[in-house]
C-alpha cells in the first residue's frame, strides 16, 4: 500500500510544477536534483532527504511545508442560498459573489413588474455600472432617466440619489458594480 504521505508529496510537486508550465528536465536543472529524482518524487517512489526536499521547494519557491500539505480544493461551489440576499424596496438583491473584493460591489438585482428598488448612495467618487439582463431596468439619476434592455449598460457615478424601476410586465434582472473610492 502506498504511503500517503508519499502520494501527497508526488501530487503536490506534480501540481506545482505544471501550474508553472515547466518539464521535469527543467525543474531538475533548476533545482540541482537528478532527473530521475524528479521523477521518482512525482510518481510516489521517493524516499527524499530533507537536502533534497529544500532544493525542490527553492526550485518552485514555495515553503518546504506545501511540498508536504494537504492538497486544496481546486474549486469551492456555493449554493446560492450561501449567498447574501436582501429585501429592498420591491426587490431582491443578492450578492453575486461568496468573497468580498476590497473595493467593489457586485449585486444582482431582481425587480417584479411595476417594481421600484431604490438605490443608496456612495462615498464621493464612487462609480457604478449597471448592467440590464432580463426584462426592462429604467434608471433615474442625478435628474436623468435610462432605459435599459437587455446586454444595455449605464455608468453613472454612484454618489448620486437614484433608483431602479421595472415598467415592464414580467420580472426585471440586473446587476450592479460599484467601484468604490481610493481610500474608503
Given at each position: 500500500?502506498?504511503?500517503?504521505l508519499?502520494?501527497?508529496?508526488?501530487?503536490?510537486?506534480?501540481?506545482?510544477?505544471?501550474?508553472?508550465?515547466?518539464?521535469?528536465?527543467?525543474?531538475?536543472?533548476?533545482?540541482?536534483?537528478?532527473?530521475?529524482?524528479?521523477?521518482?518524487?512525482?510518481?510516489?517512489?521517493?524516499?527524499?532527504?530533507l537536502?533534497?526536499?529544500?532544493?525542490?521547494?527553492l526550485?518552485?519557491?514555495?515553503?518546504?511545508?506545501?511540498?508536504?500539505?494537504?492538497?486544496?480544493?481546486?474549486?469551492?461551489?456555493?449554493?446560492?442560498?450561501?449567498?447574501?440576499?436582501?429585501?429592498?424596496?420591491?426587490?431582491?438583491?443578492?450578492?453575486?459573489?461568496?468573497?468580498?473584493?476590497?473595493g467593489?460591489?457586485?449585486?444582482?438585482?431582481?425587480?417584479?413588474?411595476?417594481?421600484?428598488?431604490?438605490?443608496?448612495?456612495?462615498m464621493?467618487?464612487?462609480?457604478?455600472?449597471?448592467?440590464?439582463e432580463?426584462?426592462?431596468?429604467?434608471?433615474?439619476?442625478?435628474?436623468?432617466?435610462?432605459?435599459?434592455?437587455?446586454?444595455?449598460?449605464?455608468?453613472?457615478?454612484?454618489?448620486?440619489?437614484?433608483?431602479?424601476?421595472?415598467?415592464?410586465?414580467?420580472?426585471?434582472?440586473g446587476?450592479?458594480?460599484?467601484?468604490?473610492?481610493?481610500?474608503?
Open positions: 500500500m502506498s504511503d500517503p508519499a502520494v501527497r508529496l508526488a501530487a503536490n510537486i506534480r501540481q506545482l510544477r505544471e501550474s508553472r508550465g515547466l518539464t521535469q528536465e527543467q525543474m531538475a536543472k533548476l533545482s540541482a536534483v537528478p532527473r530521475a529524482t524528479w521523477g521518482h518524487l512525482e510518481s510516489g517512489s521517493a524516499n527524499p532527504t537536502s533534497v526536499l529544500h532544493k525542490v521547494a526550485a518552485l519557491q514555495v515553503p518546504l511545508e506545501e511540498l508536504t500539505s494537504a492538497p486544496r480544493a481546486t474549486s469551492r461551489h456555493y449554493p446560492r442560498r450561501a449567498l447574501e440576499t436582501h429585501k429592498q424596496g420591491d426587490g431582491v438583491i443578492r450578492k453575486l459573489l461568496p468573497d468580498p473584493i476590497p467593489v460591489v457586485i449585486d444582482r438585482m431582481e425587480i417584479p413588474a411595476g417594481g421600484r428598488i431604490p438605490g443608496v448612495p456612495h464621493p467618487g464612487t462609480r457604478e455600472y449597471l448592467t440590464c432580463s426584462g426592462e431596468i429604467q434608471l433615474a439619476v442625478g435628474g436623468e432617466e435610462s432605459r435599459l434592455s437587455p446586454g444595455d449598460v449605464v455608468v453613472f457615478r454612484g454618489d448620486q440619489r437614484h433608483s431602479y424601476r421595472n415598467p415592464g410586465a414580467r420580472a426585471a434582472v446587476y450592479s458594480v460599484v467601484l468604490l473610492a481610493p481610500g474608503i
